[in-house]
């Protein structure tokens, strides 16, 4: 498998890591609020649906942001 250009991570990995994020947390939400009653699945796959269609958008622009936070309280690793 061909992988993408190197200047592609800044919309891999929030893509990827909203993905997986939304999904847990919309299912233990779904699960939560309503058990495993019928069609709990539905409710999941439209409050996941939801939530990464937010948080997807918010995560491109709010990653640079953490990344500089953090970089101001933690050293780069050594070489």
């Known amino acids: 498998m061909q992988k993408l250009p190197p200047q592609y991570n800044a919309i891999a990995l929030p893509l990827v890591l909203t993905m997986l994020m939304t999904i847990v947390v919309s299912g233990i939400s779904t699960v939560m609020a309503l058990g495993f009653a019928g069609g709990w ?30 970089a101001r309280v933690v050293e780069p690793p050594r070489a």
Do not use: D, H, N
């Open 41 to 70: 699945q539905v409710m999941w796959c439209k409050a996941w649906l939801l939530s990464w269609a937010i948080a997807f958008p918010t995560m491109v622009f709010v990653l640079p942001v953490a990344r500089r936070l953090v």
